[in-house]
């Protein structure tokens, strides 16, 4: 069976950082794609960035709303996707999935931005 | 970026209809490969989003039949038949073909 399970959430000042990690297990991890998705409260989400499998190097590709601030990145030896976040504002306050494409999704966790 | 127009916004319906909810796209999501990645997830109350087509119309994993996906190019439809009191949550469509990803703005089906 598959899991996916975030952690790392919480509340953060504008200007902090933080880094969610994802757990993931029932599966080969080095053979999936692994991306983030973002949900504001009430609304749609939007996808972050993907991380590529072994085949594929590794390599990422990001939403150009969080280039340069949110950096995608797993350890195959221990099947944990992370996503470091820098420079946070207050629209960055949602929940945080990690998905494998967009079979299969986490629980989620709260980033909420707030002084 | 590839802007995703769902519509209806909304919709109510008494179980045992049948609902349709249409989604087009500002290019063609037909992939380099002959491809489209075009797919279907439903958002259940308080639930990570699901997914429920792959590809324009392939079914998930345990989703049933009563849900059936149509189309190409840059129009798209996602049929329920025969709603049942489960099916309730939002839906989205949301494209794979380009990068970046883009999600529809979503449609709510409530049940009268």
């Known amino acids: 069976e598959v899991k996916l399970l975030e952690s790392g959430g919480g509340l953060v000042q504008p200007g902090g950082s933080l880094r969610l990690s994802c757990a993931a297990s029932g599966f080969t991890f080095t053979d999936f794609y692994m991306s983030w998705i973002r949900q504001p409260p009430g609304k749609a989400p939007e996808w972050l960035g993907v991380?590529?499998?072994?085949?594929?190097?590794?390599?990422?590709e990001y939403n150009p709303s969080v280039k340069g601030r949110f950096t995608i990145s797993r350890d195959n030896t221990q099947n944990i996707l992370y996503l470091q976040m820098n420079t946070l504002r207050a629209e960055d306050t949602a929940i945080y999935y990690c998905?494998?494409?967009?079979?299969?999704w986490g629980q989620g966790v709260m980033v909420t931005v707030s002084s | 970026d590839v802007v995703m127009t769902q519509t209806p916004p909304s919709l109510s319906v008494a179980i045992g209809q049948s609902v349709s909810i249409s989604c087009k796209s500002s290019?063609?999501?037909?992939?380099?490969?002959?491809?489209?990645?075009l797919h279907w997830l439903l958002q259940s109350p308080g639930q990570s989003p699901k997914l429920l087509i792959y590809q324009v119309s392939n079914l998930g994993s345990g989703v049933p039949d009563r849900f059936s996906g149509t189309g190409s190019q840059k129009d798209f439809t996602l049929k329920i038949s025969r709603v049942e009191a489960e099916d309730l949550g939002v839906y989205y469509c949301?494209?794979?073909?380009?990068?970046?990803?883009?999600f529809g703005s979503g449609t709510k089906l409530e049940i009268k």
């Open positions: 290019q063609s999501l037909v992939y380099s490969d002959g491809k489209t990645y």
């Open positions: 998905a494998t494409g967009f079979d299969y």
């Open positions: 949301v494209q794979a073909t380009h990068f970046i990803f883009t």
């Open positions: 991380i590529r499998n072994k085949a594929n190097g590794y390599t990422t």
